[in-house]
């Protein structure tokens, strides 16, 4: 049997980089700081590693001879509320996929707020998946609770009715499906049950963490995002699911663009497409190096780019109807659309507004969040055109939409495009634009 998942308090001296005596003199230093004596050693802390609870002001000591604040001690909590991670990156490993998802799910409580992701450490971790085994599946250990087929088919059954929700109802099932992530979590952790069972609990806790994680990007909360993508990532890996692991490399590599971080996310892409084998993933990746590297306006990757997208195309021609759930939806509208934007970085604007109207007509009614994104792109290229009257009637329309279905990334794409308009105040449509805006 493999051997458990260490202590927190050692996984956390560990990413803190820390030897026992460090930790124990960071402690005294702690106490020195307010006056006081602790009387901690190497013995007390092993009782600590072995279940034994600190008292709540050796928890504090505990955090600051760490490195982190004094807030993110809850001392009714211990040992969960402790960092796994100095960085925000769990490394890969056969334990790694439940400490990610509490990382994860800690974070996205936000006691979390001071930790920060780096680009570097995004692109390492890309490169340690691209380049890793993925038989990295460890044995369970014996948990407390049995766990059931029945319960396991019904988390799987509720989380797909959630996800196929309309976009307009969708907006009201964040905390349902955080629920479900932590249910989920406990299980893998305490939950005892056939291997079978514990595949289909991490693909499962998989696809929760990318539907959370796009809510939590979508409200602009990006280390939420990040860490749940991360946990999404160690547990695609942990089952040898090589398409969906390119997949959360892909919205990893999204969100670095979306925050102009364009040569980490150009990075994480390259990485992704070493491993995906979905033509349908392929598509999607080779349409957001596409984007990401026109948005460097390097004129000597001009090339790169058109092959980027040539690239995406062909793999949407090659795709069936058997793709990865994470990726169903891609289109021919998506290709248009994310075409358009790329050609319009490359200073293409006619061609790029011919494919933006294309793409966003192509748009099935049941994606309306996409829709709303397409219309701020297809104002952008009227803008560009110096046509403001149809960007008025399209940036109101996708802000109109946003509001309903509770879009609040497609809304800041629209405030984002209000300064355009000022030169044409007097244009029909832009003073109703900047009216229903302000």
């Given at each position: 049997?493999?051997?458990?998942?260490?202590?927190?308090?050692?996984?956390?001296?560990?990413?803190?980089?820390?030897?026992?005596?460090?930790?124990?003199?960071?402690?005294?230093?702690?106490?020195?700081?307010?006056?006081?004596?602790s009387?901690?050693?190497?013995?007390?802390?092993?009782?600590w590693?072995?279940?034994?609870?600190?008292?709540?002001?050796?928890?504090?000591?505990?955090?600051?001879a760490?490195?982190?604040?004094?807030?993110?001690?809850?001392?009714d909590?211990?040992?969960?509320?402790?960092?796994?991670?100095?960085?925000?990156?769990?490394?890969?490993?056969?334990?790694?996929?439940?400490?990610?998802?509490?990382?994860?799910l800690?974070?996205?409580?936000?006691?979390?707020?001071?930790?920060?992701?780096?680009?570097?450490?995004?692109?390492?971790?890309?490169?340690?998946?691209?380049?890793?085994?993925?038989?990295?599946?460890?044995?369970?250990?014996?948990?407390?609770?049995?766990?059931?087929?029945?319960?396991?088919?019904?988390?799987?059954?509720?989380?797909?009715?959630?996800?196929?929700?309309?976009?307009?109802?969708?907006?009201?099932?964040?905390?349902?499906?955080?629920?479900?992530?932590?249910?989920?979590?406990?299980?893998?952790?305490h939950?005892?049950?056939?291997?079978g069972?514990?595949?289909?609990?991490?693909?499962?806790?998989?696809?929760?963490?990318?539907?959370?994680?796009?809510?939590?990007?979508?409200?602009?909360?990006?280390?939420?995002?990040?860490?749940?993508?991360?946990?999404?990532?160690?547990?695609?890996?942990?089952v040898?699911?090589?398409?969906?692991?390119?997949?959360?490399?892909?919205?990893?590599?999204?969100?670095?663009?979306?925050?102009?971080?364009?040569?980490?996310?150009?990075?994480?892409?390259?990485?992704?497409?070493?491993?995906?084998?979905?033509?349908?993933?392929?598509?999607?990746?080779?349409?957001?190096?596409?984007?990401?590297?026109?948005?460097?306006?390097?004129?000597?990757?001009?090339?790169?780019?058109?092959?980027?997208?040539?690239?995406?195309?062909?793999?949407?021609?090659?795709?069936?109807?058997?793709?990865?759930?994470?990726?169903?939806?891609?289109?021919?509208?998506?290709?248009?659309?994310?075409?358009?934007?790329?050609?319009?970085?490359?200073g293409?604007?006619?061609?790029?507004?011919?494919?933006?109207?294309?793409?966003?007509?192509?748009?099935?009614?049941?994606?309306?969040?996409?829709?709303?994104?397409?219309?701020?792109?297809?104002?952008?290229?009227?803008?560009?055109?110096?046509?403001?009257?149809?960007?008025?009637?399209?940036?109101?329309?996708?802000l109109?939409?946003?509001?309903?279905?509770?879009?609040?990334?497609?809304?800041?794409?629209?405030?984002?495009?209000?300064?355009?308009?000022?030169?044409?105040?007097?244009?029909?449509?832009?003073?109703?634009?900047?009216?229903a805006?302000?």
């Amino acid at each position: 049997m493999a051997a458990s998942t260490p202590h927190p308090l050692v996984l956390a001296r560990q990413a803190a980089d820390k030897t026992m005596d460090e930790f124990v003199a960071g402690i005294h230093a702690a106490a020195g700081r307010r006056g006081l004596h602790s009387g901690t050693d190497e013995a007390r802390v092993r009782k600590w590693q072995r279940g034994v609870k600190p008292n709540a002001e050796s928890q504090i000591y505990i955090a600051e001879a760490l490195g982190w604040p004094e807030s993110i001690v809850r001392a009714d909590d211990w040992p969960n509320w402790l960092p796994l991670t100095a960085n925000g990156v769990i490394p890969f490993g056969p334990h790694s996929s439940v400490p990610a998802l509490r990382e994860a799910l800690l974070t996205a409580m936000e006691r979390r707020n001071f930790l920060t992701i780096s680009g570097t450490a995004l692109s390492a971790l890309a490169a340690d998946w691209a380049g890793g085994s993925h038989d990295t599946l460890a044995r369970a250990r014996d948990g407390k609770q049995q766990v059931s087929e029945d319960l396991v088919a019904f988390l799987e059954s509720s989380t797909r009715y959630l996800a196929a929700l309309p976009t307009e109802q969708r907006q009201h099932t964040p905390a349902l499906l955080d629920a479900q992530l932590a249910t989920v979590t406990e299980l893998l952790e305490h939950g005892r049950c056939t291997a079978g069972l514990r595949l289909r609990l991490h693909t499962l806790a998989a696809s929760l963490a990318q539907t959370t994680g796009w809510h939590r990007f979508d409200l602009g909360h990006h280390t939420d995002a990040s860490q749940l993508w991360i946990a999404g990532l160690h547990n695609a890996h942990a089952v040898g699911d090589r398409d969906m692991g390119a997949g959360f490399l892909g919205d990893l590599a999204y969100q670095a663009a979306w925050r102009g971080q364009h040569t980490t996310a150009a990075d994480i892409l390259e990485h992704a497409l070493t491993r995906a084998e979905s033509p349908a993933a392929r598509c999607l990746l080779q349409l957001r190096l596409a984007r990401t590297l026109a948005a460097r306006h390097d004129p000597a990757e001009r090339r790169a780019v058109l092959r980027a997208l040539a690239a995406a195309e062909q793999h949407l021609n090659d795709a069936g109807t058997d793709r990865p759930s994470w990726c169903a939806w891609v289109s021919e509208a998506d290709v248009a659309v994310d075409s358009g934007q790329t050609l319009l970085d490359l200073g293409d604007t006619r061609r790029a507004h011919q494919l933006i109207t294309e793409g966003e007509h192509l748009l099935p009614a049941s994606r309306d969040k996409t829709k709303g994104v397409f219309l701020t792109y297809q104002a952008t290229s009227y803008l560009d055109q110096e046509e403001p009257e149809p960007a008025a009637a399209a940036a109101t329309e996708a802000l109109l939409l946003a509001r309903r279905i509770g879009a609040p990334r497609c809304i800041k794409l629209v405030e984002n495009l209000l300064p355009r308009f000022q030169p044409y105040t007097r244009t029909q449509g832009v003073p109703e634009l900047l009216a229903a805006a302000a």
